[in-house]
């Protein structure tokens, strides 16, 4: 028989009959699971009949039948209803739980039954009856319920098939829309295991949930509370992000999965519409979740233990897995660790228990005066443990980040150690407790951080050569030298001898040579090359000796002293060029003394005036060094009078008194012109204005004629004369005040006439506070009476009086006129 050739495209044949095969065992799969899972029912149907009716299991299992044929429903629910009319209530306490009043009234009840009836005569009917009138139908629905989901929830084999049996059986109340089942991880994300109605993409993406608190599943977990929610607005505004998730429905209920006094996950159903109301209903929900627990703790084996740590009482034979290898693994620590578990009071965390600590903690705990088995976090560091400790634990419990907190101190004050700590502690979440490893930073410890501070602060790094091994120990800061921050372990020989420009090679391999060969000590300095080009490096080394006197290793530093160097070489490149400089100014200082003596009158030329006797002096700043622009002069006319000029000029130096200069011939020029002294000013501003930006001045320029002692004044950004009477009594001459020449070109100053008395002086100064505040009345206030304090015709003394009343100090100029009508 020969085979035909299949049809083009291939025949479908093979692959229907290999579905319609894949569909049969699946469905042959299914029925065994279901089977299994309502076996558990249907046997405890049958001990009801059998205890009731006195028959056979046999007999018990026929009536089942019966009853399912004649009600047309399902063997599995008759046999769930028969469960529920008997079935406890599941938020009851178990038997095991009463104390023994209760125990003792439930024996009780349990003698006054009426004995069961034999095979031979009918059942009472009163006494069911009595039982089955205690409670409702709709309660004895809800048990049944209750008793035909748990009996399949512990007959499942995978957290699938668990949010399968809750999603698909059949109850009093409305399917879920969405069955999700959670592991607790570790670091407090939450692992997603099982589900019922999520597409396989959105399962995909939630496979891992992060601690974030605006999750409902992630907060009843975190508090342990079962969460009911409503679509309305309190729970809108309590978890904003709910419309957004793919988890959503009328009714959300959220909690965690508890067994013993662990937290091994969380579970989430969803309703499309809302359930009906009553609490009845919620109650039995709710419920469930008890025997979801205990069978995915089952399932879980040894990915999660069942406890932690030996239980008193326990044989160390039945003790789970993490009672055995948790202990070995924190106990082979270098460092104190222990594994802390919340302690709350009010829902409120206050403290932390150590349930278990190595030998290393428990040995800190003892120094501490704290007994290591009932050691708490705030009894071995109260204040450290809830200034920084405490806070910083609780926030790890809520977002599951791992802590790293360096430099902590604890104080023997207030923290029972028995001296200052310097400590460093690494926490990780391990599900609801807190694993910390911590370390007590010794004085070495201490002392290593402290030199590598100096190490780097003074670029500095250390190594360390024993001449039998072929590189050097480097120091960080040394590695950090040669590899600018690059993870390196050592620095090669050749890299060394690389990093040495070629025209100093010699001199350090010489260097080298002698210190090792020789054992004399090394200093060299030498330009850099490769890594280090551009910089400056200088060797330090010292020989070690072993017992023959040979030198057997050598230890030195390495420095970078290019920014010392640099430093240097502007220190010398400053140094020449203020030595320079102190030559320029000592020149400048010559040419501007011997300017101001070209400039100032003598005595002799001061004398040649008619009908008045003029003093003058000008004294340049002694502790500075300084000559600034201030002078006097005092001008015969043609027409017998005399024109009295005071001026100074800003800045100091050789400049100013130039400006000076210019400023004194031009006043005697347009003095010469006989132009009023406001005209004079004027006249002077423009060019000063003109020609010398850079500087400004201030003068007053008056005008005195012997024969009728009248005065003509003008000021510029200078105070007015002061008039002293034969008898010593002084004012302030009233005018007008213009600004400094040089700073308008457009000002235009007036004069200011006044007649003098014969015996009368006047003063014309400038210095200290008179530039800077001419409206300060204390020290012109003491200038005008000057009179009361001195001589007026002894001009030193007056000098003097003027310094002090002005308050001109050691580095200011000061420079004044006392002019005397006869």
């Given at each position: 028989m020969?085979?035909?050739?299949?049809?083009?495209?291939g025949?479908?044949?093979?692959?229907?009959?290999?579905?319609?095969?894949?569909?049969?065992l699946?469905?042959?799969?299914t029925?065994?699971?279901?089977a299994?899972?309502?076996?558990?029912?249907?046997?405890?149907?049958?001990?009801v009949?059998?205890?009731?009716?006195?028959?056979?299991?046999?007999?018990g299992?026929?009536?089942?039948?019966?009853?399912?044929?004649?009600?047309?429903?399902?063997?599995?629910?008759?046999?769930?209803?028969?469960?529920?009319t008997?079935?406890?209530?599941?938020n009851?306490?178990?038997?095991?739980n009463?104390?023994?009043d209760?125990?003792?009234?439930?024996?009780?009840?349990?003698?006054?039954?009426?004995?069961?009836?034999?095979?031979?005569?009918?059942?009472?009917?009163?006494?069911p009856?009595?039982?089955?009138?205690?409670?409702?139908?709709?309660v004895?629905?809800?048990?049944?319920?209750?008793?035909?989901?748990?009996?399949?929830?512990?007959?499942?084999?995978?957290?699938?098939?668990?949010s399968?049996?809750?999603?698909?059986?059949?109850?009093?109340?409305?399917?879920?829309?969405?069955?999700l089942?959670?592991?607790?991880?570790?670091?407090?994300?939450?692992?997603?295991?099982?589900a019922?109605?999520?597409?396989?993409?959105?399962?995909?993406?939630?496979?891992?949930?992060?601690?974030?608190?605006?999750?409902?599943?992630?907060?009843?977990?975190?508090?342990?509370?079962?969460?009911?929610?409503?679509?309305?607005?309190?729970?809108?505004?309590?978890?904003?992000?709910?419309?957004?998730?793919?988890?959503?429905?009328?009714?959300?209920?959220?909690?965690?999965?508890?067994?013993?006094?662990?937290?091994?996950?969380?579970?989430?159903?969803?309703?499309?519409?809302?359930?009906?109301d009553?609490?009845?209903?919620?109650?039995?929900?709710?419920?469930?979740?008890?025997?979801?627990a205990?069978?995915?703790?089952?399932?879980?084996?040894d990915?999660?233990?069942?406890?932690?740590?030996?239980?008193?009482?326990?044989?160390?034979?039945?003790?789970a897995?993490?009672?055995?290898?948790?202990?070995?693994?924190?106990?082979?620590?270098?460092?104190?660790?222990?594994?802390?578990?919340?302690v709350?009071?009010?829902?409120?965390?206050?403290?932390?228990?150590?349930?278990?600590?190595?030998?290393?903690?428990?040995?800190?705990?003892?120094?501490?005066?704290?007994?290591?088995?009932?050691?708490?976090?705030?009894?071995?560091?109260?204040?450290?443990?809830?200034?920084t400790?405490?806070?910083?634990?609780?926030?790890?419990?809520?977002?599951?980040?791992?802590?790293?907190?360096?430099?902590?101190?604890?104080?023997?004050?207030?923290?029972?150690?028995?001296?200052?700590?310097?400590?460093?502690?690494?926490?990780?979440?391990?599900?609801?407790?807190?694993?910390?490893?911590?370390?007590?930073?010794?004085?070495?410890?201490?002392?290593?951080?402290?030199?590598?501070?100096?190490?780097?602060?003074?670029?500095?790094?250390?190594?360390?050569?024993?001449?039998?091994?072929?590189e050097?120990?480097?120091?960080?800061?040394?590695?950090?030298?040669?590899?600018?921050?690059?993870?390196?372990?050592?620095?090669?020989?050749e890299?060394l001898?690389?990093?040495?420009?070629?025209?100093?090679?010699?001199?350090?391999?010489d260097a080298?040579?002698?210190?090792?060969?020789?054992?004399?000590?090394?200093?060299?300095?030498?330009?850099?090359?490769?890594?280090?080009?551009?910089?400056?490096?200088?060797?330090?080394?010292?020989?070690?000796?072993?017992?023959?006197?040979?030198?057997?290793a050598?230890?030195?530093?390495?420095?970078?002293?290019?920014?010392?160097?640099?430093?240097?070489?502007?220190?010398?490149?400053?140094?020449?060029?203020?030595?320079?400089?102190?030559?320029?100014?000592?020149?400048?200082?010559?040419?501007?003394?011997?300017?101001?003596?070209?400039?100032?009158?003598?005595?002799?030329?001061?004398?040649?005036?008619?009908g008045v006797?003029?003093?003058?002096?000008?004294?340049?700043?002694?502790?500075?060094?300084?000559?600034?622009?201030?002078?006097?002069?005092?001008?015969?006319?043609?027409?017998?009078s005399?024109?009295?000029?005071?001026?100074?000029?800003?800045?100091?130096?050789l400049?100013?008194?130039?400006?000076?200069?210019?400023?004194?011939?031009?006043?005697?020029?347009?003095?010469?012109?006989?132009?009023?002294?406001?005209?004079?000013?004027?006249?002077?501003?423009?060019?000063?204005?003109?020609?010398?930006?850079?500087?400004?001045?201030?003068?007053?320029?008056?005008?005195?004629?012997p024969?009728?002692?009248?005065?003509?004044?003008?000021?510029?950004?200078?105070?007015?004369?002061?008039?002293?009477?034969?008898t010593?009594?002084?004012?302030?001459?009233?005018?007008?005040?213009?600004?400094?020449l040089g700073?308008?070109?457009?000002?235009?100053?007036?004069?200011?006439?006044?007649t003098?008395?014969?015996?009368?002086?006047?003063?014309?100064?400038?210095g200290?506070?008179?530039r800077?505040?001419?409206?300060?009345?204390?020290?012109?206030?003491?200038?005008?009476?000057a009179?009361?304090?001195?001589?007026?015709?002894?001009?030193?003394?007056?000098?003097?009086?003027?310094?002090?009343?002005?308050?001109?100090?050691?580095?200011?100029?000061?420079?004044?006129?006392?002019?005397?009508?006869?």
């Amino acid at each position: 028989m020969v085979d035909k050739a299949p049809a083009e495209g291939g025949s479908a044949e093979p692959a229907e009959a290999l579905a319609a095969l894949v569909a049969k065992l699946r469905a042959e799969l299914t029925g065994v699971r279901t089977a299994m899972r309502n076996r558990a029912v249907i046997e405890q149907a049958k001990g009801v009949l059998v205890e009731r009716l006195g028959i056979t299991p046999d007999q018990g299992f026929d009536q089942l039948v019966r009853l399912s044929q004649r009600t047309n429903i399902k063997l599995i629910e008759v046999a769930a209803a028969i469960v529920g009319t008997t079935s406890p209530d599941p938020n009851a306490p178990d038997v095991v739980n009463l104390i023994d009043d209760e125990l003792r009234q439930h024996v009780a009840r349990r003698r006054e039954r009426p004995p069961a009836p034999s095979p031979a005569s009918p059942a009472p009917a009163a006494s069911p009856a009595r039982r089955r009138t205690s409670r409702t139908p709709e309660v004895e629905a809800l048990q049944s319920q209750h008793q035909l989901l748990s009996a399949r929830i512990a007959a499942a084999r995978s957290y699938d098939e668990i949010s399968e049996v809750l999603g698909t059986a059949p109850t009093a109340w409305p399917a879920p829309s969405t069955v999700l089942l959670t592991l607790l991880d570790p670091d407090g994300a939450q692992r997603g295991v099982g589900a019922h109605g999520v597409a396989g993409e959105v399962r995909s993406r939630w496979s891992r949930i992060p601690p974030d608190p605006a999750l409902p599943l992630v907060v009843a977990v975190r508090d342990a509370e079962t969460l009911w929610l409503s679509a309305d607005d309190e729970v809108t505004r309590r978890f904003p992000v709910i419309g957004q998730l793919p988890f959503n429905g009328a009714t959300i209920l959220a909690s965690p999965l508890v067994s013993g006094e662990r937290i091994i996950g969380g579970i989430l159903l969803t309703w499309a519409e809302a359930l009906p109301d009553g609490e009845e209903l919620r109650r039995y929900v709710t419920a469930l979740l008890e025997p979801v627990a205990r069978q995915v703790d089952t399932l879980i084996g040894d990915e999660i233990a069942s406890a932690w740590f030996h239980v008193e009482g326990e044989e160390s034979g039945q003790a789970a897995p993490a009672q055995v290898w948790l202990p070995t693994v924190v106990d082979a620590l270098h460092d104190p660790a222990a594994l802390l578990s919340p302690v709350t009071e009010d829902g409120q965390l206050v403290d932390f228990r150590v349930e278990y600590a190595n030998g290393l903690a428990r040995q800190i705990f003892a120094g501490a005066r704290v007994d290591p088995d009932e050691a708490t976090l705030l009894a071995a560091y109260p204040a450290l443990g809830s200034a920084t400790l405490l806070p910083e634990f609780a926030r790890l419990l809520q977002d599951g980040q791992p802590r790293r907190l360096e430099g902590l101190r604890a104080d023997p004050r207030t923290d029972g150690v028995p001296g200052p700590q310097t400590l460093s502690v690494h926490a990780v979440r391990l599900w609801d407790r807190v694993f910390a490893v911590w370390r007590v930073a010794t004085e070495a410890d201490l002392m290593y951080d402290q030199l590598l501070q100096a190490e780097r602060i003074a670029g500095i790094g250390s190594f360390c050569w024993e001449l039998r091994d072929p590189e050097p120990r480097c120091s960080p800061e040394l590695i950090r030298l040669f590899h600018g921050g690059r993870d390196a372990a050592r620095v090669p020989v050749e890299e060394l001898t690389a990093s040495v420009h070629p025209d100093d090679l010699l001199a350090v391999q010489d260097a080298v040579r002698r210190t090792i060969v020789e054992g004399r000590h090394l200093l060299a300095e030498a330009r850099g090359a490769g890594r280090v080009n551009g910089r400056r490096l200088r060797l330090t080394a010292e020989p070690i000796f072993d017992d023959t006197g040979t030198v057997s290793a050598v230890r030195g530093t390495v420095q970078d002293v290019t920014e010392e160097r640099a430093i240097e070489a502007r220190l010398r490149r400053a140094e020449e060029a203020l030595a320079a400089q102190r030559h320029r100014l000592a020149d400048e200082r010559r040419a501007a003394e011997a300017l101001q003596r070209a400039l100032l009158p003598t005595d002799p030329e001061l004398g040649h005036l008619d009908g008045v006797e003029i003093c003058g002096r000008c004294r340049s700043p002694e502790r500075v060094g300084t000559i600034d622009g201030d002078w006097y002069d005092a001008t015969a006319l043609p027409d017998g009078s005399t024109v009295l000029v005071l001026g100074d000029v800003d800045e100091q130096g050789l400049s100013s008194m130039t400006t000076a200069a210019r400023l004194r011939y031009a006043v005697r020029a347009y003095a010469m012109l006989d132009m009023s002294p406001g005209d004079i000013l004027t006249a002077v501003n423009g060019m000063l204005c003109a020609m010398e930006v850079e500087h400004t001045a201030c003068l007053v320029v008056a005008r005195l004629s012997p024969e009728t002692r009248e005065l003509r004044w003008a000021a510029a950004g200078q105070v007015a004369p002061i008039r002293y009477t034969a008898t010593g009594q002084g004012s302030v001459l009233s005018g007008p005040l213009g600004l400094p020449l040089g700073e308008v070109a457009e000002m235009r100053y007036t004069d200011t006439t006044v007649t003098l008395e014969q015996g009368d002086r006047m003063l014309l100064y400038t210095g200290g506070q008179a530039r800077v505040d001419r409206r300060r009345s204390g020290g012109l206030d003491l200038v005008r009476r000057a009179g009361e304090h001195v001589d007026l015709s002894d001009f030193d003394a007056v000098m003097t009086h003027l310094i002090g009343a002005l308050k001109v100090a050691d580095d200011e100029d000061v420079c004044a006129m006392l002019i005397h009508v006869r």
